[in-house]
C-alpha cells in the first residue's frame, strides 16, 4: 500500500467534469444542434443530449442517432469537434465552475487528499477549461476516453490508481451521472453523486451512489467521511 509523507495511505478524490466541476450543458448542446445542422438531421432534443454527457463522443452520437451506420455516427462527432473548437475560437465557449467546488478543492488539500479528473471530455478539451479557471496544477491525475474505453467502463479509474498510487479502498469518484456510479462501481470504489448536474438524484441512487450532496462544499465532507469509514 503506497502512503503519503505523514506515513497515511495514499488518498484519492477523482471528479467528473461536465456537469460536475463545471456547468458545460449549453455549449454541449449548441454544438451537437450545429453537428446536426451540418448532416441535415434537423435538431437534437436537448434533455436527450444533456443525459449523453459524459459517454465517449461517438458513443453518445450513436445513442442519440441509432437509425445512422457508424460511419455517419463518427461523422457527426468531427462536426460536434468542430463547433465547439468555434465556440472556443469566438470566445463564447462558456464553462462556468460550480459553486462551493473551489472550497471543496481546498478542504481536501488540506487534509491530504489527492485530486483528479475522470472525464468522457476531450484531454484537449479538460485541459482548457482547466487552464481557464486556473485549476490545471491541482489535479495529480488527468484521465480521459481519448487513450481507453470511457464510462462506465473502469478503466479510467485504474489508470488514476495506477498513476498516483492511491488504492481502490481509498479512492473516491464523484460524478452527476449514472455513468458516474457504474464506473465506481465497476472499479469497486466509493461514489459520490451530485444534485446539479445532468442525471437525477434517484437515478444516482439507484446507480450505486453511496453519498448524494446538494451543494459543492459538502463534497469534501462527503468524500472524507467515505474515506474515513
Known amino acids: 500500500m503506497s502512503s503519503s509523507a505523514n506515513g497515511r495511505p ?10 460536475t ?13 450545429s453537428a446536426w445542422a451540418a448532416h441535415g438531421l434537423g435538431e437534437p432534443d436537448p434533455l ?6 459524459g459517454l465517449p463522443l461517438v458513443q453518445a452520437v450513436a445513442l442519440l442517432l441509432p437509425d445512422l451506420d457508424t460511419d455517419r455516427h463518427v461523422a457527426v462527432a468531427e462536426s460536434y469537434k ?3 473548437a468555434a465556440l472556443r475560437r469566438r470566445g463564447d465557449l462558456h464553462e462556468p465552475l460550480f459553486p462551493g467546488l473551489i472550497d471543496t478543492l481546498d478542504a481536501l488539500e488540506a487534509e491530504g487528499v489527492l485530486l483528479g479528473v475522470a472525464t468522457g471530455k476531450s484531454r484537449r478539451g479538460l485541459d482548457a477549461v482547466l487552464a481557464h479557471h486556473g485549476l490545471t496544477h491541482r489535479f495529480a491525475t488527468l484521465q480521459t476516453s481519448d487513450f481507453g ?7 479510467m479509474v485504474h489508470r488514476a490508481l495506477a498513476e498516483t498510487g492511491a488504492e481502490a479502498a481509498e479512492t473516491v469518484v464523484i460524478g452527476d451521472t449514472t455513468y458516474d456510479m ?3 462501481r465497476n472499479a469497486r470504489v ?3 453523486g451530485v444534485s446539479w448536474g445532468y442525471h437525477a438524484v434517484a437515478e444516482l441512487e439507484a446507480a450505486g451512489a453511496d453519498r448524494i450532496v446538494h451543494r459543492g462544499r459538502e463534497v469534501a465532507d462527503a468524500v472524507l467521511a467515505l474515506l474515513d469509514r
Open 21 to 33: 466541476l463545471v456547468d458545460s450543458q449549453f455549449a454541449i448542446i449548441d454544438s451537437m444542434t
Open 190 to 192: 466509493a461514489a459520490v
Open 48 to 53: 436527450e443530449v444533456r443525459r449523453m454527457v
Open 149 to 155: 474505453p470511457g464510462k462506465p467502463h473502469p478503466d
Open 10 to 19: 495514499l488518498r484519492l478524490a477523482l471528479f467528473d467534469c461536465d456537469g
Open 182 to 184: 457504474q464506473m465506481a
Open 82 to 84: 468542430d463547433a465547439f
